[in-house]
């Protein structure tokens, strides 16, 4: 805000506290986001409702009359206008005035209403390039850990793309300034990237958590042990528990995938009892042994 | 993604200069349309957004909540028209280069020329 807020609200130091709240009424009546477009009057509020905010309370206006505190650091966290909401397609609002959506602006677009008399031919003027949409594909690991790729550019230029940790299908990067060319004078838009997180045979993902399978041997899974699983920060060892069963899930805690809170999602490792690839006569012969006295139904009761 | 939704007392702290009863007068208008649950009303950060505009609005210029509704109607239209805007030049900035300048040649006939 301006260092001063008794300046951003155009009041004296003396002012009463009636004062204060009529000078930013009155700049909230003029410059609201919300009702004035104007850049500058978002500006000029911004500063009078960050001022008002601190003055309004006549104890912590004496405070930082005394200058015990600075207007800084009284700023309230970011502001959402209502125009941010007020703008999406699905506004509840605006569909409860009895307004056919879209199709009120769009229909005529697209009916007979809109017949192009050709005018003169083009002239010259100044157009911002326009955004160019491109699909990017990266695999499991690039949108886990994050990192970056290269892609090539339309016009063949190549380009360094940073893929931020926890990247998630559909989500859109915005490169600045490397969409189309302007026309004359006008910058060039942007590239949006919208992202596939291309599916991985090791690697399932469910929101933030991952699962992956992990082969144990039969011995394993009598007898447990620790066995060595992948996670997305590398391998770890893992403790097999004794008589583990194929599709027993053992979960690794925060070895998942970053979610948008910053927190990091689960690992569930699913077991997978793996046969020898032969199976020699000392097992068979062992197996027959047991089977004497040790014999279990798997399929009945349990 | 669950949106975020803050009970009626919640609101009412957080929104400064704004009353338990004012607030039940603007639901009953219909300035505002909290989402109805078995807890009582729930305000979404879009309500939140809403309900700031309307204490400006009311204590700049006076308005009461009949005011403020048809106020807010025309807020809700003029904002929804810049997003349809905003939709429809993404769409033509897709286009390749003839067909953006043919609609501009388009516009200007019809918004600047047989103005003029």
């Not at chain 1, 502001?79 to 959506?101: I, K, M, T, V």
């Not at chain 1, 031919?121 to 695999?139: C, H, K, V, Y």
């Not at chain 1, 998630?168 to 189309?180: F, S, T």
Request: glycine share 10%; hydrophobic share 35%; net charge negative.
């Amino acid at each position: 805000m301006a260092d001063d807020p008794y300046k951003a609200l155009g009041l004296a130091r003396t002012a009463t506290q009636d004062e204060i709240k009529k000078a930013y009424r009155k700049i909230a009546k003029t410059d609201h986001p919300d009702l004035n477009p104007d850049p500058a009057a978002h500006e000029r509020f911004k500063a009078a409702s960050s001022a008002y905010d601190l003055l309004k309370d006549p104890e912590q206006r004496a405070r930082f009359d005394k200058g015990e505190i600075d207007a800084q650091g009284q700023e309230r966290p970011q502001r959402h206008y209502y125009r941010e909401y007020a703008e999406q397609g699905d506004n509840p609002y605006r569909q409860s005035h009895g307004f056919e959506d879209f199709s009120d602006v769009f229909s005529d677009l697209f009916g007979q209403r809109a017949q192009a008399r050709r005018g003169g031919g083009a002239r010259s003027f100044d157009m911002r390039g326009p955004d160019q949409r491109f699909t990017l594909e990266i695999d499991f690991m690039t949108a886990a850990r994050g990192g970056s790729t290269r892609i090539t550019m339309p016009d063949g230029s190549v380009l360094e793309v940073k893929i931020p940790e926890g990247a998630h299908d559909g989500q859109v990067i915005r490169l600045r300034g490397k969409g189309g060319m302007g026309m004359g004078e006008g910058e060039p838009g942007d590239a949006l990237l919208t992202l596939i997180v291309a599916d991985d045979p090791d690697w399932r993902r469910d929101g933030d958590d991952v699962e992956t399978t992990l082969p144990i041997t039969i011995d394993e899974a009598v007898l447990g042990g620790k066995v060595e699983a992948q996670t997305i920060d590398g391998p770890v060892m893992l403790t097999v528990p004794r008589g583990a069963n194929s599709g027993q899930k053992l979960r690794l805690k925060g070895r998942g995938i970053k979610g948008s809170g910053g927190k990091r999602g689960d690992q569930h490792v699913v077991l997978k009892i793996v046969m020898p690839p032969h199976v020699d006569d000392e097992l068979a012969e062992f197996m027959r042994g047991w089977r004497e006295n040790h014999a279990y139904d798997p399929r009945r009761g349990k | 993604m669950t949106q975020r939704h803050y009970t009626l007392a919640e609101t009412l702290s957080l929104i400064d200069d704004l009353g338990a009863e004012q607030l039940e007068r603007y639901i009953r208008a219909g300035v505002v349309a909290p989402v109805q649950s078995a807890q009582g009303p729930l305000f979404r950060d879009l309500d939140l957004a809403r309900l700031s505009l309307v204490v400006d609005l009311a204590e700049g210029y006076h308005l009461d909540e009949e005011a403020l509704a048809m106020v807010l109607s025309l807020v809700d239209q003029l904002h929804g028209l810049r997003g349809d805007m905003r939709a429809m030049l993404d769409a033509v900035a897709r286009e390749p280069v003839e067909t953006r300048l043919r609609l501009k040649a388009a516009i200007r006939e019809v918004r600047v020329i047989r103005q003029g």
